[in-house]
């Protein structure tokens, strides 16, 4: 109790000094603070409206597409907007202009990505956890590729890298390097890492493998490094970029071998579901992924929440 009164009272000075010195400036300058106040509110933003209450996605089957379209469901504030899908490339571009502008934009992001490395930006707030929490990027392979190819298993079954490993293939690549020359580069700088994938592994000479994978660019990076793992050990290798559904639904009925871009649990959680019970799950090759909604670091804006509703 005792202490609750000096607190209060201490709350009590400070919020006089506070006003004491506020009426002092109007006292001294009363016309100037007026008209900051009406610059001010003239000026007030609303960010919805200048990016037309549209979202900037990405292909149409991705997982942070379809969260997206969960969001504008879920958050009332997001009645009336839109999420635009085109392709990570064209998102990338678009961010790239408004950047270079210092306009406005939302894009469907995701880490790990070059993006973050390259400028400033943030997620917003998903106080309703539309986008799930931290995610992990998982490998399936087909059932029965042990028996038929059993080193490539077992180096798929090993592969795993960090989020810092990842960008720093897709910043090489965002730079100018070839996919094929950042994968060989990242793989002859980090022995130590490739030679706990390939622990006691023969020579895989004969065995075949077809990696299926989207081109999303943390999934370009990814499965062109452990695809250069196999090559070097011996392993022909078929890189194969399709859509995402068919990405799955191709490992689960045995028409590819295998893929590494399984994020879980949420983002790809609707296809684990349908295909689980037909893959061979062989566990994280990545922890410390995210998708969200990404936007740069100067607009004035914190949540999903605090977006405007469209007019
Ligand atoms: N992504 C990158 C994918 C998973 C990997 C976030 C664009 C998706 O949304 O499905």
Known sequence: MFKLNWKHLGLTVGLSLTLFAAGCGSNNDAGETN????????????????????????????????????????????????????????MATALGQAIKKEEPIIVTGWTPHWKFAKYDLKYLEDPKEVYG???????????????????????????????????????????????????????????????????GISQADGEEIE??????????????????????????????????AIMWQSVANGEADAMVAAWLPATHGDLYEEYKDKLVDLGNNLEGAKIGMVVPAYMDINSIEDLEPAK
Do not use: C
């Open 211 to 244: 990696l299926v994978y989207v081109e999303w660019d943390s999934e370009i990076a990814s499965t062109n490094v452990i695809g250069e793992v196999l090559r070097q050990q011996g392993v022909k290798v078929k890189l194969t970029p399709l859509d995402n």
């Open 35 to 90: 008209k900051d106040n009406d610059d001010k509110a003239n000026q007030e933003v609303n960010i919805g409206k200048e990016v037309g209450y549209k979202i900037i996605g990405i292909e149409a089957g991705a997982g942070v597409v379809k969260a997206t379209e969960n969001a504008l469901e879920e958050y009332d504030n997001l009645k009336g907007w839109k999420v635009d899908t085109s392709s990570s490339g064209a």
């Open 133 to 199: 929490g931290e995610e992990s990027i998982k490998t399936m392979v087909r059932k029965d590729l042990e028996k038929s190819a059993p080193n490539a298993y077992k180096i798929l079954d090993n592969f795993h890298w960090t989020p810092e490993d990842m960008e720093s293939v897709m910043l090489a690549r965002e730079e100018g390097t070839s996919i094929e020359d950042a994968a060989k580069t990242w793989v002859k700088e980090n022995e130590e890492k490739v030679n706990e994938w390939i622990d």
